[in-house]
C-alpha cells in the first residue's frame, strides 16, 4: 500500500510546513490539504509545492460550488506546473450546511454537478475551447461571448480524485474518476461501497485497477489494552459529532455511510441524541466497535493486523491521520505506522 496523510493549515502554516517536510524525509508517498470551513487548499498547496520535492500533493478537497468548474481547472493546472507534476485534483460535493450556509450557493443536484464539473475540467486539461451545455453548467453563456481555451499549456494527465459517499456519487466515481477519496470506511463492510463502485467501472469498461483506491483513519499507538479503552472511550465524542453534528438537520452522509456498513440502528439513535441536543448521550451510544472499525487505533500488534485487513479489503492507499499534541507526537506515530504499511511488503 501507499501511505498519505491529511493536512489542515488553520492551526498555522508553519506547524504545517513542519509537519509535511518531515513526513516527507520519513517516506511519506501522498500529502492532501483540506478545505471545508477553514483555510483554502489551493494557496496552502503552492505553498508546500515549493517547498517539497518528492512527495505528491493533493487537494483533498476542493468543494464543488466554491469555485466555477474553470477556475478548479485554472487552479489544478497551475499547482501542477508549480509541484513539477506532483499535484492531483481531489473534488467533493461537500454538504448544504458548507455550501448553502456558509458560501450561500445552492447544493442542489450535487451528482449533476459533479458530472458536469468533471468534464468541463476535463476540457480544460485537454486544452480544448471549452463549450459546454449540460443542466448545472453553461459555457458560454448566450450572447455575444464565445468559446475560448485557457492560455495554460494543456495537461490531460492530473488525476482526478472524488470524494464520495453516496451510492450514486460512489458509482459516478467509478465510471469518471482516478481514484476515489474515501472515509467512514470500515473493511468488513466495504461492499457497502465498492458494489456500486463496481457498477460505474463496469459502466465505463473499466477495473478496480483504474481506480486508485485511497481511504483515510486516525492512527494511535496504544501501550496495552488498558490505555487502549481510554483511547476509545475519548473518540466517542467525535464520531458522536460525525453521526449526529456533520451536515444539515436532514442531511448527514457520514450517518448515512455508516448506516450503509450495518450500524443503522445505532447511528440513528446517536443522531436523534446529538439533534436534541444531549452530547453525552448521543457519545455513550457509540460503541466501541464503531471506533475500532472504521480507525487505526490499538497496540502495535493490532494496528498491524488491521492494516493487513485493509490491504486485503482492496485499499491501495492508506490515509494516515497521526495522532498526537505536538508535530513531533504526530510524527512519531507517523513513522510507526509507516514502518507498518512498509513492512506489509
Known amino acids: 500500500m501507499r501511505t498519505a496523510t491529511t493536512v489542515e493549515a488553520s492551526r498555522g502554516p508553519r506547524e504545517t510546513l513542519d509537519f509535511v517536510l518531515e513526513a516527507e524525509k520519513l517516506g511519506l508517498d501522498e500529502c492532501w490539504v483540506a478545505e471545508a470551513w477553514g483555510s483554502d487548499a489551493p494557496s496552502v498547496l503552492g505553498y508546500l509545492a515549493a517547498r517539497t520535492e518528492r512527495i505528491r500533493l493533493g487537494s483533498g478537497i476542493i468543494q464543488l460550488g466554491t469555485r466555477t468548474p474553470v477556475a478548479i481547472a485554472q487552479a489544478a493546472l497551475t499547482l501542477s506546473e508549480l509541484s513539477d507534476g506532483r499535484f492531483a485534483l481531489g473534488l467533493g460535493a461537500s454538504g448544504p450546511q458548507v455550501i448553502e450556509g456558509l458560501h450561500g450557493v445552492p447544493f442542489a443536484r450535487p451528482l449533476t454537478r459533479m458530472r458536469e464539473t468533471v468534464a468541463i475540467i476535463r476540457q480544460a486539461f485537454a486544452g480544448e475551447k471549452i463549450a459546454f451545455s449540460g443542466k448545472a453548467f453553461e459555457i458560454p453563456l448566450p450572447g455575444e461571448s464565445r468559446p475560448m481555451r485557457l492560455s495554460t499549456a494543456p495537461n490531460p494527465d492530473i488525476p482526478i480524485h472524488l470524494a464520495t459517499l453516496s451510492p450514486k456519487l460512489l458509482e459516478l466515481t467509478g465510471e469518471i474518476a482516478d481514484g476515489w477519496l474515501g472515509t467512514s470506511f470500515v473493511p468488513e463492510g466495504a461492499q457497502a461501497y465498492f458494489s456500486h463502485l463496481d457498477a460505474g467501472l463496469a459502466k ?24 487502549l479503552r481510554g483511547m476509545v472511550a475519548s473518540r466517542k465524542a467525535e464520531l458522536a459529532f460525525s453521526l449526529g453534528g456533520m451536515g444539515s438537520a436532514k442531511t448527514n452522509f457520514y450517518n448515512n455511510a455508516y448506516s450503509r456498513q450495518g450500524w443503522a440502528e445505532a447511528a440513528a439513535a446517536v443522531r436523534e441524541r446529538w439533534q436534541a441536543g444531549d452530547r453525552e448521550g448521543a457519545a455513550a451510544l457509540v460503541t466501541d466497535e464503531m471506533v475500532l472499525g472504521t480507525t487505526l487505533i490499538g497496540t502495535e500488534p493490532m494496528v498491524a493486523r488491521r492494516l493487513r485487513v485493509w490491504q486485503d479489503a482492496g485499499v491501495d492507499t492508506v490515509r494516515l491521520y497521526p495522532a498526537g499534541e505536538t508535530v513531533a507526537d504526530r510524527l512519531a506515530t507517523l513513522g510507526r505506522a509507516l514502518d507498518l504499511v512498509r513492512a506489509l511488503g
Open 204 to 227: 465505463a469498461g473499466r477495473t478496480r485497477a483504474d481506480l486508485e483506491v485511497c481511504q483515510g483513519a486516525e492512527v494511535a499507538f496504544a501501550r496495552d489494552e488498558d490505555e
